[in-house]
């Protein structure tokens, strides 16, 4: 089955404590981004990338680090957590390029104490 | 920067009637992508509709059309016959990058 995954759904943590929210892919696309949705904001990009290799900062990078090794895996990490980042986080991927239709994630609530 | 504006924070329909979701957006570029995804209570983000700027014919997908007026920076949802299942959150987005409006929150009523 064509899906995009996350892990963890569901994390609780503290200030300060490093944490990777995983994603992965099956349908080898090129196009995976990192979006946070907060009420009232709608969805924000964190980071995107257009390929192996290839990453970019989206329009709320602060505090987050992404990187894009392989093709199917696109990670996004909290170096150092704040409650401000507070959030619900969707992963997508893409054929090519952001213009085809975007496959999300089901997204992973994270809450920082 | 691109932004995208829904003005519209809530709407509510009854079941069979037609409603219409309202999207404005600001760019300068000629040829781009817009779309509206919906998010029922699961969180799950789903693609309605798909529409590019260069095409004049308005996008359609079963119960799902759209209204797009270019020289306006308008592109407008209409979903007729509605159904219980249509209750989500409703968000339009336009590309490239890609910038999602604020959301709609649609009921609706049986």
């Known amino acids: 089955e064509a899906q995009v995954t996350q892990n963890p759904r569901y994390l609780i943590t503290v200030t300060g404590k490093k944490l990777t929210v995983t994603c992965s892919q099956n349908?080898?696309?090129?196009?995976m981004s990192w979006y946070r949705q907060d009420p009232g904001l709608g969805l924000r990009q964190i980071y995107y990338s257009m390929n192996v290799e290839v990453t970019d900062k989206g329009d709320v990078p602060e505090g987050y680090k992404v990187s894009r090794k392989e093709k199917r895996n696109f990670p996004l990490i909290l170096e150092s957590p704040s409650p401000n980042q507070t959030s619900l986080y969707f992963c997508?991927?893409?054929?090519?390029?952001?213009?085809?239709?975007?496959?999300f994630g089901p997204g992973t609530r994270l809450t920082v104490l | 920067a691109q932004t995208v504006t829904q003005s519209q924070p809530e709407m509510s329909v009854q079941e069979a009637e037609t409603v219409t979701l309202s999207c404005t957006y600001d760019t300068s570029e000629s040829d781009y992508y817009l779309f509206w995804y919906k998010q029922p209570p699961s969180r799950q983000m789903i693609l309605v509709i798909r529409?590019?700027?260069?095409?004049?014919q308005n996008a359609t997908e079963n119960r799902f059309s759209v209204n797009f007026q270019k020289a306006a920076k308008s592109f407008s949802l209409k979903i007729s016959d509605s159904q219980l299942g249509d209750a989500a959150m409703y968000f339009c987005?336009?590309?490239?990058?890609?910038?999602f409006g604020k959301g709609t929150r649609l009921s609706v009523i049986a």
């Open positions: 529409q590019e700027a260069y095409k004049q």
């Open positions: 987005a336009y590309n490239t990058p890609l910038v």
């Open positions: 997508a991927s893409s054929q090519q390029g952001s213009y085809n239709e975007q496959f």
């Open positions: 349908m080898n696309h090129e196009y």
